[in-house]
């Protein structure tokens, strides 16, 4: 029996125990299956839209169950931007963002395509001591990237603040499996004419692993955009602070100024919200493909 009668293009319809929706039979399996989904994007959504809904109250309202704001505000915000140092904090985790993904895409590039395309003695050692340090937890780098950083003179500096992200062994490795999947017969073709082996990587090589280089381009700017230990460590300087550590400043030993968290995390979040709609086919398509060639 049909649910909806008499209508020119019902959306949804129930017809022998299943459901039409937007005319495509779906299952009762499928049906559940769907209403988990949904169920939890609505779960996971729900801290953002309290943050979002946090970032309009006043502080005598931050401890209230409601959800939305009784009296909203953008008093918030006019702090944020004009007394606090967030406008400083914002260009320097993007300073920091920008400069570590573009080093990490020319020189994880560089070593994935020697490691794929070339035949040298100790090859081998290197790819695997490069796959070691992958599993090295951070914080056991912690201390011997600050005592390089006190000797060479890098506290308080954005250098001393990017130089551990400038490479990872995780791009080279990702380069590397991409390559190896260059045909080589294009390679030497280039070569016979006249391209050196810098342009052959640069001309033929690299245009043939774009989703590789977009998946890592965006992990690695968004890795560098949250980073919150190795900033904190390394910089004393309030002018200095990227965004994590900038927005950990509003929680003092006695009073945290939770209206103030809230509001800078969601314009913090706002970059990484634009970069992923805008660039979600490539990240989809990079843990795919990484997950292949693994």
């Known amino acids: 029996m049909n649910a909806v009668r008499d ?81 400083r904090w914002f260009l320097n985790s993007l300073l920091v963002g920008a400069s570590t993904t573009t080093s990490v895409l020319l020189f994880d590039s560089l070593v994935g395509y020697t490691l794929a395309k070339f035949r040298f003695r100790g090859r081998s050692i290197v790819f695997v001591a490069i796959l070691s340090t992958l599993m090295i937890p951070t914080e056991m780098l912690v201390l011997p990237w600050y005592s390089m950083a006190r000797t060479f003179g890098w506290l308080d500096t954005y250098w001393g603040i990017a130089f551990p992200g400038l490479m990872t062994g995780f791009g080279a490795f990702l380069m590397k499996q991409f390559f190896e999947g260059v045909p080589d017969d294009l390679l030497d073709a280039a070569r016979l004419d006249g391209l050196n082996e810098f342009q052959v990587w640069w001309q033929v090589a690299l245009p043939l692993v774009t989703p590789a280089l977009s998946a890592l381009a965006i992990f690695t700017f968004l890795g560098n955009w949250t980073a919150f230990l190795w900033p904190l460590i390394v910089t004393t300087d309030r002018a200095l602070y990227t965004l994590p550590v900038g927005l950990a400043s509003f929680s003092g030993e006695f009073q945290t100024e939770w209206e103030m968290v809230m509001t800078g995390a969601s314009v913090a979040t706002l970059p990484t919200l634009a970069v992923f709609i805008l660039l979600q086919k490539y990240i989809i398509r990079g843990i795919m493909l990484a997950g292949l060639k693994a």
Do not use: C, H, Q
Not at 19 to 24: A, M, S
Not at 32 to 39: C, Q
Not at 42 to 67: C, D, G
């Open 7 to 87: 209508s020119p293009s019902p959306i949804v319809v129930i017809r022998n125990g299943g459901l039409d929706l937007f005319g495509r039979r779906l299952a009762p399996g499928a049906i559940v299956a769907w209403t988990a989904l949904f169920l939890g994007g609505v779960v996971m959504v729900m801290p953002f839209v309290y943050m979002l809904a946090t970032s309009f109250k006043y502080n005598n309202e931050i401890y209230e169950l409601s959800l939305l704001p009784r009296e909203p505000t953008l008093d918030n915000y006019r702090r944020l931007f004009e007394k606090s140092g967030f406008p």
